[in-house]
C-alpha cells in the first residue's frame, strides 16, 4: 500500500475541528451577564450607589466565575468546543476579569458598612448572617490563593503546585454561590435573579459532578506496545477495550494510568480506523512519563478526548504550512504531513542530533528536501528559516509552532520579529 492510499483510508472521514468562535462566545458571556445588570436600576433598595454596585460586583464575579469553571472544565467544554487551546485561554482571560469584581465586591461592602481592613478575613459562625458572611470571606480568601499563584507568583511555583492550588475554585464556586444565595439583597428581593442564581448554582453543581464522573465513563485503552526511541523518549501503542476514540491530525487525548491519578495530555502520533489503535511518543519528563514507561503490556489507561484544533487551518490546505517543533513538539504534525500527501508543508525540526531526531527518517522520506532539522538548545532562527521558503512563501504562509514553553516562546517572539504576524501564527505550548 502506497503512503497516499494509507492516508485515504486512515482519513475517509473528515474531522470537525473547528476553533472556538470567540465572537459567539463573546455575546453569551455578555448576555449572561445582563440579569445581574437588571439591578443597577435599583441601588436605592439596596441602600444606595456604594451597596447597590457592591452587591452588583458580586454577582458579575459570580457569573464570570462561573463561565470561568465551564471553560476551565474540559469534559465539559468539550461538548461544545474541541478547541482546548482557546477554552483555556478564555478561561484565563475570563479569570482576571472574575477576580476585578470578585476583589470589588467585598471592597465596596467594606466601605459600605465604613469597616476596616480586617472586616474581609473575619471568620464568625455564630449567627446565620454572619455565617454567609464567613463563607464569602473564605471564597474571597481562596480567591486570593488561586490568583496569586495563577498570576505574580506563576513564575515561582511548579507546574503540579499550580494545577493542585487549582482543584480550589471548585470549593470556591459553591461558597460564591451560597454565600450570595443567602445574602444577596437583589437575590433576595428579586425571584427571577433567584431563580437565575439557582440555575447557576446547579449547572455550576452538574459540571463539577461532570468532572468528577468523567474518568469513570473515559474510554478504557489497554497498553499493546512500548518501544524505546533514542535516550529519552518512549514510542506507546494503546488498543481501545471498548469505545475507541477518533482523534484527527494534531488533535490530542488525555491519558491516566490509574482512575484516581491526574491525566495528561499526550498528542496523537497515529490513529488507526480498523483497529482504534492509538500511537504517542511520549519525552521522559516527570513522574507520569515514568509510571507510563514501568507499565506492562496488557495494562488499562483512561484516555480521554480527543482535543484541540491546532492544525486544524493547515488541513484545510488552502495555504503553504510552515511547521516548527522543538524536539518532541514534533508530535502533532506526524499525522498532518502524513495527510498532506500532496505536500505544501515545510517542518524545521529544532533537534540536538539530525540522526536520532525522533520521527526524523520517516518524515525525511515524506517531505525529502523540505524536512529541515535545525539545531536544538538554541534560540530558533526565524529569519535563515524564512529565507530557506523564500520571502514571497513565507509572506502568504501558515505558520505552526509547537514544544514546551520555552522553545515555542522563543520561536514565536523570532517569527514575530520577522514581521510574520498573529494572524498566521499557530502555537501549541506542552504546558498549559
Ligand atoms: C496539548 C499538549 C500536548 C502534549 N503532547 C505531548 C506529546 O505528544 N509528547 C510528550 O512527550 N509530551 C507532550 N505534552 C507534554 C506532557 O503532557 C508532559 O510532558 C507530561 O504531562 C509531563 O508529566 P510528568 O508527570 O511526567 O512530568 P512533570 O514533572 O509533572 O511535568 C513536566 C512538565 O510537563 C508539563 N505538564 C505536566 N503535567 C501536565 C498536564 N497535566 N497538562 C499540561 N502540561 C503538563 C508542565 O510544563 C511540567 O512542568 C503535551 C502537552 C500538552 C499541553
Do not use: K
Not at 267 to 288: C, H, I, Q
Request: glycine letters at 10%.
Amino acid at each position: 500500500m502506497t503512503v497516499q492510499d494509507d492516508v485515504a483510508r486512515r482519513h475517509r472521514a473528515p474531522v470537525a475541528l473547528r476553533p472556538l468562535n470567540r465572537g459567539f462566545t463573546a455575546v453569551l458571556v455578555g448576555a449572561s451577564l445582563l440579569p445581574a445588570l437588571v439591578p443597577l436600576t435599583l441601588l436605592d433598595e439596596a441602600g444606595g450607589p456604594v451597596p447597590g454596585l457592591a452587591n452588583i460586583a458580586g454577582l458579575v464575579g459570580g457569573v464570570l466565575i462561573w463561565w470561568q469553571a465551564v471553560l476551565g472544565i474540559r469534559q465539559v467544554s468539550a461538548l461544545f468546543t474541541p478547541d482546548r487551546g482557546g477554552a483555556v485561554a478564555l478561561h484565563a482571560w475570563l479569570g482576571s476579569a472574575g477576580a476585578f469584581f470578585v476583589l470589588l465586591h467585598p471592597l465596596m461592602e467594606m466601605i459600605a458598612d465604613r469597616h476596616g481592613l480586617a472586616y474581609l478575613v473575619r471568620i464568625d459562625f455564630t449567627w446565620v448572617e454572619s455565617t454567609y458572611t464567613s463563607l464569602g470571606r473564605i471564597a474571597f480568601l481562596m480567591f486570593c490563593a488561586l490568583w496569586l499563584v495563577s498570576t505574580l507568583a506563576r513564575a515561582a511555583v511548579r507546574y503540579r503546585t499550580w494545577h493542585y492550588v487549582h482543584y480550589l475554585s471548585y470549593p470556591l464556586g459553591a461558597l460564591v454561590f451560597v454565600h450570595a444565595y443567602g445574602q444577596g439583597t437583589f437575590i433576595l428581593d428579586l425571584w427571577w435573579l433567584r431563580a437565575y442564581w439557582l440555575a447557576l448554582g446547579a449547572t455550576f453543581a452538574a459540571a463539577c459532578g461532570w468532572r468528577l464522573a468523567a474518568p469513570l465513563l473515559a474510554p478504557r485503552y489497554e497498553l499493546t506496545g512500548a518501544a524505546r526511541e533514542g535516550a529519552s523518549a518512549t514510542v506507546y501503542a494503546i488498543r481501545p477495550r471498548g469505545r475507541a476514540l477518533r482523534p484527527g491530525p494534531g488533535q490530542f487525548c488525555h491519558l491516566r494510568t490509574r482512575l484516581l491519578s491526574r491525566a495528561h495530555p499526550l498528542s496523537v502520533v497515529r490513529t488507526d480506523p480498523d483497529s482504534g489503535e492509538l500511537l504517542f511518543a511520549v519525552r521522559d519528563a516527570g513522574p507520569f512519563t515514568a509510571e507510563f514507561r514501568r507499565l506492562a503490556p496488557g495494562a488499562t489507561l483512561y484516555v480521554d478526548g480527543p482535543h484541540g484544533t491546532f492544525t486544524h487551518e493547515a488541513l484545510r490546505g488552502a495555504r503553504p504550512v510552515v511547521l516548527v517543533a522543538g524536539g518532541i513538539g514534533v508530535t502533532p504534525f506526524v499525522e498532518l504531513v502524513r495527510s498532506r500527501p500532496e505536500g505544501g508543508a515545510v517542518l524545521f525540526h529544532a533537534v540536538r542530533s539530525p540522526a536520532t531526531a525522533l520521527f526524523g527518517a520517516e518524515l525525511r522520506e515524506l517531505l525529502g528536501p523540505d524536512y529541515v532539522p535545525v539545531p536544538g538548545g538554541v534560540p530558533f532562527d526565524a529569519r535563515a528559516a524564512l529565507d530557506r521558503l523564500g520571502r514571497g512563501t513565507a509572506r502568504r504562509a501558515l505558520f505552526f509552532v509547537c514544544g514546551g514553553p520555552g522553545f515555542t516562546a522563543d520561536a514565536v517572539a523570532a517569527l514575530r520579529a520577522e514581521g510574520v504576524e498573529d494572524r498566521r501564527l499557530h502555537v501549541e505550548r506542552f504546558e498549559w
